[in-house]
T-cell receptor, first 112, second 111 residues
Framework: GQNIDQPTEMTATEGAIVQINCTYQ??????LFWYQQHAGEAPTFLSY????GLEEKGRFSSFLSRSKGYSYLLLKELQMKDSASYLC?????????????FGTGTRLKVLA | DTGVSQDPRHKITKRGQNVTFRCDPI?????LYWYRQTLGQGPEFLTY????????KSRLLSDRFSAERPKGSFSTLEIQRTEQGDSAMYLC?????????FGQGTRLTVV
């Protein structure tokens, strides 16, 4: 099967740093993505990792370790508008097809 | 606007009726995906097109569901004989290489 695990909820304070972890099964792996989703809206693309290491983009960074089947999303200098669900998604490739599989999402609450 | 667009944004239908949703992907994207999302869950994969070819279909998709992408551009998702359990947000996404970009979704309510 294809499983992605991430925590259900996290709470952090405005201005702080938060790390959201994601683990996945490795067979057929072809890249990992993080999406942000505000309530009632579509997911918006945040980051993409296909090689091991850290990708930094402003206040957001994403890390990948393919051998461990592990990724994290790091959010710095948290703002109230960062309160949202954060979805970890893995793209699996088999026999020339590509499929994005999503975790259930981590609901982040940023408190003043 | 050159993003992914979906129509309609909202649909309320009576149980047993058929509904059809449309998705217009980003024009240069050859991959198109349909997902279903319910409250508190991540998007669930339904089906995937590479150009006009439907390459994969989830076992979640019963025979009441059908999707097409006749010319490799826009796609339609039809649900026949809707049931209350079909109530969800139906998301379309498209990609080339890298991340998929999502439309705003069609929220279906079956009453």
């Amino acid at each position: 099967g294809q499983n992605i695990d991430q925590p259900t909820e996290m709470t952090a304070t405005e201005g702080a740093i938060v790390q959201i972890n994601c683990t996945y099964q490795t067979s057929g792996f072809n890249g990992l993505f993080w999406y942000q989703q505000h309530a009632g809206e579509a997911p918006t693309f945040l980051s993409y990792n296909v090689l091991d290491g850290l990708e930094e983009k402003g206040r957001f960074s994403s890390f990948l370790s393919r051998s461990k089947g592990y990724s994290y999303l790091l959010l710095k200098e948290l703002q109230m508008k960062d309160s949202a669900s954060y979805l970890c998604a893995v793209i699996w490739s088999t026999s020339g097809t590509y499929k994005y599989i999503f975790g259930t999402g981590t609901r982040l609450k940023v408190l003043a | 606007d050159t993003g992914v667009s979906q129509d309609p944004r909202h649909k309320i239908t009576k149980r047993g009726q058929n509904v059809t949703f449309r998705c217009d992907p980003i024009s240069e994207h050859n991959r198109l995906y349909w997902y279903r999302q319910t409250l508190g869950q991540g998007p669930e994969f339904l089906t995937y097109f590479q150009n006009e070819a439907q390459l994969e279909k989830s076992r979640l998709l019963s025979d009441r569901f059908s999707a097409e992408r006749p010319k490799g551009s826009f796609s339609t998702l039809e649900i026949q004989r809707t049931e209350q359990g079909d109530s969800a947000m139906y998301l379309c996404a498209s990609s080339e290489q890298g991340g998929a970009f999502f439309g705003q979704g069609t929220r279906l309510t079956v009453v």
